[in-house]
């Protein structure tokens, strides 16, 4: 592989069908970070996630010919492939999911990282919040927590989900929005939010 400028996915993608390995190395060390954090938060579940992680990268591997760059892009691909797979586990595992992550450790560290040395009632009051986040993202239905995981946590636009879901743009749209006025009022009840508002900063802790 050629060390000039980063290659594209779809790049990286036409050069591993020719046999470079390394080119699949890197693809995967690019994006099995977001393929793993978008499992996550749609299963609640770490050992989903690694399976899914796993198996998006054999399906790519297996079948790299099914990509077609006029449908969009590989990244999406990639995540319709994680959607499907985290469908069919939940379909099968649903009964026995937690609905915590169970990835307390992570968190810990992205809140002290996004927190700093502020008021130690302030970092507790935060911390309830986005766990409190974490879990209504779990309780919403499934058309509506992929387009806020999507949208919200992996800044997708609406074109780029739509993509990944197989619907169109105004579907997404209508999605999020009716996604964010469950999870305002769903907040609210506990006291959660302020005046009906999520906040970016706390979306963004979630990642």
Avoid: W
Avoid at 119 to 135: A, F, M, Q
Avoid at 195 to 207: D, E, F, I, P, W
């Amino acid at each position: 592989m050629a060390n000039s400028t980063s290659p594209s996915d779809e790049q990286l993608l036409h050069l591993m069908m020719n046999g470079d390995e390394e080119a699949f190395a890197v693809l995967y060390q690019r994006r099995q970070g977001g393929v793993y954090r978008f499992a996550l938060h749609m299963s609640g579940s770490e050992a989903t996630a690694e399976d899914v992680t796993q198996e998006v990268f054999l399906a790519l591997l297996r079948s790299a010919q099914n990509f077609d760059s006029r449908k969009g892009m590989l990244v999406s691909f990639l995540y319709g492939i994680a959607r499907n797979q985290v469908l069919r586990r939940l379909e099968r595992e649903r009964p026995f999911l937690p609905l915590t992550n169970g990835d307390a450790d992570e968190v810990e560290v992205t809140e002290k990282d996004s927190i700093g040395n502020g008021d130690p009632l302030d970092d507790l009051t935060r911390t309830e919040l986005i766990e409190g986040v974490r879990h209504a993202i779990l309780l919403l239905p499934q058309h509506y927590r992929e387009v806020v995981v999507l949208c919200e946590l992996h800044e997708f636009s609406y074109a780029e989900a739509s993509e990944v879901l197989g619907c169109a743009l105004g579907t997404v749209r209508s999605r999020l929005h009716r996604a964010r006025a469950l999870l305002v009022d769903r907040l609210r009840s506990r006291d959660e939010v302020n005046k009906g508002t999520l906040n970016a900063g706390v979306m963004r802790s979630l990642v």
